[in-house]
């Protein structure tokens, strides 16, 4: 099992989440952050000091899924979020050692959605 961890622009979260939905993967948290990676630190002076600019503003999307589904939400998420523009964010890929769903109490790879092959 993976944690798929992905920070995208902010407006790009509905094709996102589009292309995941064709890709059979519909189970995600959504989470607003702020950040700041490869963009360019925007300095402005204001009352004669250099302030650097507010972080940005994105979001973040966690999913966990089986092995078999983690090309296919890793394709899906730079399918919707790639713009080609410094900032379209980054895509981590972490182990998972344990998954419980609390409803059921099922553990591992049935906790997790979709269970089924991806395609």
Known sequence: ???VTAVVRKER???VLAALFEASIYGVTV????????????VQTY???SVKMEL??????????????VEPAVDAI??????????DGKIFV????RVVRIRTGETD??????????G
């Open 109 to 118: 790879g049935a906790a997790v959605t979709p269970q089924a092959q991806p």
């Open 13 to 15: 979260l509905n094709d």
């Open 56 to 69: 940005i503003e994105k979001v973040r999307l966690d999913i966990g899924v089986t092995e078999a589904f």
């Open 1 to 3: 099992m993976k944690l």
């Open 47 to 49: 009352r004669g000091m």
């Open 94 to 97: 972490l182990p998972v050692d």
């Open 78 to 87: 730079l399918r919707g979020a790639r713009t080609g523009e410094v900032g």
């Open 31 to 42: 989470t607003p952050v702020r950040g700041h990676g490869g963009e360019r630190e925007a």
